[in-house]
Protein backbone atom coordinates (compact mmCIF):
# COMPACT_ATOMS: atom_id res chain seq x y z
CA UNK A 1 0.00 0.00 0.00
CA UNK A 2 1.07 3.35 -1.04
CA UNK A 3 2.50 6.47 1.90
CA UNK A 4 1.25 8.67 -1.09
CA UNK A 5 -1.36 11.30 -0.39
CA UNK A 6 -2.81 14.44 -1.82
CA UNK A 7 -2.27 17.86 -0.60
CA UNK A 8 -6.75 18.84 -0.44
CA UNK A 9 -7.04 20.28 2.47
CA UNK A 10 -3.94 22.02 3.20
CA UNK A 11 -3.92 25.74 4.44
CA UNK A 12 -1.81 28.93 3.88
CA UNK A 13 -2.00 31.25 7.22
CA UNK A 14 -0.51 34.52 8.14
CA UNK A 15 0.17 35.67 11.55
CA UNK A 16 -1.75 38.70 13.05
CA UNK A 17 1.35 40.36 14.14
CA UNK A 18 3.90 39.23 12.16
CA UNK A 19 5.14 36.67 14.73
CA UNK A 20 5.04 32.96 15.77
CA UNK A 21 2.95 34.02 18.37
CA UNK A 22 -0.22 35.91 16.33
CA UNK A 23 -3.14 34.48 15.89
CA UNK A 24 -3.23 32.60 12.54
CA UNK A 25 -5.84 33.47 9.59
CA UNK A 26 -6.16 31.59 6.03
CA UNK A 27 -4.95 34.50 3.96
CA UNK A 28 -7.48 33.14 0.83
CA UNK A 29 -8.37 29.86 -0.89
CA UNK A 30 -5.37 28.60 -2.62
CA UNK A 31 -5.32 26.52 -5.53
CA UNK A 32 -0.63 25.27 -5.24
CA UNK A 33 1.06 25.36 -2.41
CA UNK A 34 4.50 24.96 -2.79
CA UNK A 35 7.28 23.88 0.36
CA UNK A 36 10.14 26.15 1.08
CA UNK A 37 13.03 25.57 -1.79
CA UNK A 38 16.04 25.97 1.01
CA UNK A 39 19.50 26.10 -0.29
CA UNK A 40 23.14 26.17 0.71
CA UNK A 41 26.24 28.19 -1.05
CA UNK A 42 28.95 26.28 -1.75
CA UNK A 43 32.14 27.81 -0.94
CA UNK A 44 35.37 26.65 -3.03
CA UNK A 45 38.25 26.34 -0.42
CA UNK A 46 40.79 25.03 -2.67
CA UNK A 47 44.38 25.78 -2.17
CA UNK A 48 47.84 25.12 -3.52
CA UNK A 49 48.03 21.90 -1.19
CA UNK A 50 44.96 20.25 -1.62
CA UNK A 51 44.71 16.69 -1.60
CA UNK A 52 45.24 14.87 -5.34
CA UNK A 53 45.26 18.39 -6.77
CA UNK A 54 40.99 17.79 -6.38
CA UNK A 55 38.96 20.48 -5.42
CA UNK A 56 37.97 21.06 -1.98
CA UNK A 57 34.24 22.94 -0.66
CA UNK A 58 33.05 23.83 2.27
CA UNK A 59 29.17 25.03 3.17
CA UNK A 60 28.39 28.28 3.13
CA UNK A 61 25.49 30.69 4.20
CA UNK A 62 21.76 28.76 4.07
CA UNK A 63 18.78 30.65 2.23
CA UNK A 64 15.36 29.79 3.10
CA UNK A 65 14.23 30.40 -0.62
CA UNK A 66 10.97 32.11 -1.91
CA UNK A 67 7.72 30.39 -2.69
CA UNK A 68 5.39 31.41 -5.44
CA UNK A 69 1.66 30.44 -3.98
CA UNK A 70 -1.54 30.31 -6.40
CA UNK A 71 -5.00 31.21 -4.75
CA UNK A 72 -8.55 32.11 -6.19
CA UNK A 73 -9.20 36.12 -6.55
CA UNK A 74 -12.05 36.89 -4.61
CA UNK A 75 -13.40 40.38 -5.79
CA UNK A 76 -14.37 42.16 -2.52
CA UNK A 77 -12.19 39.07 -0.64
CA UNK A 78 -9.59 40.23 2.12
CA UNK A 79 -6.84 37.89 0.43
CA UNK A 80 -5.21 40.09 -2.40
CA UNK A 81 -5.88 43.03 -0.29
CA UNK A 82 -3.93 41.41 2.82
CA UNK A 83 -1.18 40.55 0.58
CA UNK A 84 -0.96 43.54 -1.13
CA UNK A 85 -0.70 45.61 2.40
CA UNK A 86 2.42 42.94 3.42
CA UNK A 87 4.09 43.81 -0.29
CA UNK A 88 4.00 48.26 0.94
CA UNK A 89 5.35 47.21 4.30
CA UNK A 90 9.27 47.41 4.92
CA UNK A 91 8.23 44.44 7.94
CA UNK A 92 8.38 41.02 7.18
CA UNK A 93 5.00 39.19 7.51
CA UNK A 94 4.89 35.23 9.32
CA UNK A 95 3.27 32.99 7.16
CA UNK A 96 2.39 29.19 7.74
CA UNK A 97 1.54 26.18 5.63
CA UNK A 98 -0.46 23.19 7.35
CA UNK A 99 -0.08 20.03 5.84
CA UNK A 100 -3.31 17.94 5.64
CA UNK A 101 -1.92 15.68 7.75
CA UNK A 102 -0.73 18.46 10.22
CA UNK A 103 2.66 19.08 9.64
CA UNK A 104 3.69 22.61 9.04
CA UNK A 105 6.27 25.39 7.78
CA UNK A 106 6.38 28.45 9.57
CA UNK A 107 8.79 31.49 8.00
CA UNK A 108 9.29 35.08 8.08
CA UNK A 109 9.19 36.99 4.71
CA UNK A 110 8.07 39.99 2.58
CA UNK A 111 5.76 40.00 -0.62
CA UNK A 112 8.49 40.00 -3.30
CA UNK A 113 5.67 39.85 -5.94
CA UNK A 114 1.62 39.74 -6.35
CA UNK A 115 -0.07 39.25 -9.69
CA UNK A 116 -3.50 38.06 -11.08
CA UNK A 117 -5.52 36.87 -13.74
CA UNK A 118 -9.00 37.31 -14.89
CA UNK A 119 -10.03 34.59 -17.79
CA UNK A 120 -12.50 34.76 -19.78
CA UNK A 121 -14.25 31.05 -19.16
CA UNK A 122 -11.90 30.24 -15.68
CA UNK A 123 -11.68 31.39 -12.03
CA UNK A 124 -9.67 34.26 -11.30
CA UNK A 125 -6.42 33.52 -9.69
CA UNK A 126 -3.68 35.59 -8.17
CA UNK A 127 -0.07 34.48 -7.10
CA UNK A 128 2.28 35.70 -4.63
CA UNK A 129 5.67 35.46 -4.48
CA UNK A 130 7.35 35.46 -0.87
CA UNK A 131 10.93 35.57 -0.13
CA UNK A 132 11.70 33.75 2.93
CA UNK A 133 14.13 35.65 5.49
CA UNK A 134 15.55 33.55 7.98
CA UNK A 135 15.11 30.10 8.44
CA UNK A 136 11.69 28.53 8.03
CA UNK A 137 11.09 25.85 10.93
CA UNK A 138 8.80 22.18 10.04
CA UNK A 139 7.49 20.85 12.14
CA UNK A 140 6.46 17.19 12.06
CA UNK A 141 2.95 15.88 13.99
Known sequence: ??????????????SSDGTSAGIFATVAQMRDIP??????DIIDGTHMESPDGYREFVPGLADGGELS????????????TTLLAD??????????ITLVGGDTF?????????????PLADAMTATVTIKI???PIYTKI
Open 1 to 14: MTDAAIGFGSKFER
Open 35 to 40: FPEVSR
Open 69 to 80: LEMLFKSGGTGY
Open 87 to 96: FHSAAPGYYK
Open 106 to 118: EFSGFVKGLSGTA
Open 133 to 135: TGK
